[in-house]
């Protein structure tokens, strides 16, 4: 059972930068694609960015590209998210996820089957 526990969330001041991390138990993070997403309160769940298991391959949403960069280790089985320039709606809680592909098709939640606890992301303005 593969276990995900995300790391670096925080308060910070509009403009200013925050790195995520999620570390994943298992030998076979590599295999997979990996996902962050976010949830404000009242709102949705949202799709944030997803990187592809080889880390070839990467995934934006509009609302972030240019501005956040996911990344990935194989060889320390985490993934990253370094988010700059944050704005205060980028405040909401931070999950990442682990696909059962190989890449990212662009189905958003339902292409992913592990789940981290999530970690709070706070931007004052």
């Known amino acids: 059972q593969v276990q995900l526990v995300e790391s670096g969330g925080g308060l910070v001041q509009a403009g200013g930068s925050l790195r995520l991390s999620c570390a994943a138990s298992?030998?076979?993070?590599?295999?997979?694609?990996m996902g962050w997403f976010r949830r404000a309160p009242g709102k949705e769940r949202e799709f944030v960015a997803a990187?592809?298991?080889?880390?070839?391959?990467?995934y934006y949403a509009d609302s972030v590209k240019g501005r956040f960069t996911i990344s990935r280790d194989n060889a320390k089985n985490t993934v990253y998210l370094q988010m700059n320039s944050l704005k205060p709606e980028d405040t909401a809680v931070y999950y990442c996820?682990?696909?059962?592909?190989?890449?990212?098709?662009?189905?958003?939640?339902?292409?992913?089957?592990?789940w981290g606890q999530g970690t709070q992301v706070t931007v004052s303005s």
């Open positions: 298992g030998r076979t993070f590599s295999r997979y694609a």
């Open positions: 990187i592809s298991g080889s880390g070839g391959n990467t």
């Open positions: 996820a682990q696909s059962w592909n190989r890449d990212y098709y662009g189905l958003g939640p339902g292409e992913f089957n592990t």
